[in-house]
C-alpha cells in the first residue's frame, strides 16, 4: 500500500484502566509479561508502523512513572503527548482527541491488548481512507444467545453474523472528536466502545476488518497465563524464521 500520499496517522493509546478483575495492587497496563510492561508491547507495535504520533491517555497520578519507566526507558519516540484520562472510557478518549493537533484518521487502542498487528494496522488504514471508520473484530466462535433482564433466552442470531469487536478502531478524527462530543453532552455511561459513539452520532455504516483470536484483552488473571503461552510462541517463531543471506 502506498503511504506516501500525505495522510497523518494517530494513535492514542489508553493506559488509563483500574483493572479490578485483576485482583492486583499493580494497574493491569502495568503489570509485567515476560519482563517488560504490558503496556509496552503495543506501544512498540505503534512505534515501528507508519503511525506517525502517539497520545498515551493514562492514570493522573501515573502519568510520570508512563514517562520515565515506559515511554523513556524504551525510546518510545512517537510518544509525543502522556495525557490524564477520565471517569469513564470515553471520557478518557476524548481526554486523548483534544491532545492531538494535527491528524487525519485515528487509531483508538486498548493498552492492554499487547497482540496487536501491523497487518491490523495497514488492513484497518486501507478500509477508514474509503468507509470513514472501521473495527478491527473476529467472528464469533461460539453461539451466542439474547436473553430478558431475567436470564430467559429470548434469541438464537446466526453465528455468520456475529463479531467479537476488538481494537483498533479507527475514524477519520475530525469525525469522531465530533462523536465524541455529542456524547459528551449527555454523558451516556452506556457506552462501551467508539464504534458505538460514531453509530450514535450519525447513523453511518462502519465496516468490520479481520482481527486475530490472539488479540486479547488482558482482564483477568487467566489472560495473564494465556498471553504468555502466546508471546513465547511468537519469540519461538520468530527466532526460527531462516536468515536472509544476500549472495555474495
Not at 140 to 145: H, R
Not at 164 to 189: C, G, N, S
Request: net charge neutral; with cysteine.
Amino acid at each position: 500500500m502506498d503511504y506516501i500520499k500525505g495522510v497523518k496517522c494517530t494513535a492514542i493509546v489508553l493506559a488509563a484502566g483500574v483493572g479490578k478483575r485483576m485482583k492486583s495492587d499493580v494497574p493491569k497496563q502495568f503489570m509485567l509479561l515476560e519482563g517488560k510492561p504490558l503496556l509496552y508491547y503495543s506501544l512498540q507495535t505503534f512505534q515501528e508502523s507508519f503511525i506517525q504520533d502517539i497520545i498515551v491517555v493514562t492514570g493522573k497520578e501515573e502519568i510520570e512513572y508512563c514517562r520515565h519507566e515506559i515511554v523513556e526507558k524504551y525510546h518510545f519516540s512517537k510518544v509525543r503527548k502522556i495525557v490524564a484520562g477520565g471517569k469513564e472510557r470515553y471520557h478518557s478518549v476524548y481526554q486523548g482527541l483534544n491532545a492531538i493537533e494535527e491528524c487525519d484518521y485515528v487509531y483508538i487502542h486498548d493498552g492492554a491488548r499487547p497482540f496487536v498487528e501491523q497487518r491490523m494496522l495497514t488492513d484497518g488504514l486501507e478500509v477508514v481512507d474509503t468507509m470513514g471508520a472501521c473495527v478491527i473484530a473476529v467472528k464469533a466462535k461460539d453461539t451466542i444467545k439474547l436473553s430478558d433482564d431475567k436470564g430467559i433466552v429470548k434469541e438464537t442470531p446466526d453465528r455468520d453474523y456475529v463479531w467479537q469487536v476488538q481494537t483498533p478502531q479507527i475514524f477519520r478524527y475530525d469525525e469522531i472528536k465530533k462523536a465524541h462530543e455529542l456524547v459528551m453532552e449527555r454523558d451516556d455511561i452506556h457506552i462501551t466502545d467508539d464504534a458505538f459513539v460514531y453509530e450514535c452520532a450519525f447513523h453511518k455504516p462502519i465496516q468490520l476488518v479481520m482481527g486475530s483470536y490472539e488479540n486479547i484483552k488482558i482482564t483477568t488473571p487467566e489472560d495473564m497465563d494465556i498471553a504468555q503461552v502466546f508471546l513465547r510462541r511468537k519469540k519461538r517463531n520468530e527466532a526460527l524464521k531462516p536468515f536472509d543471506i544476500k549472495k555474495k
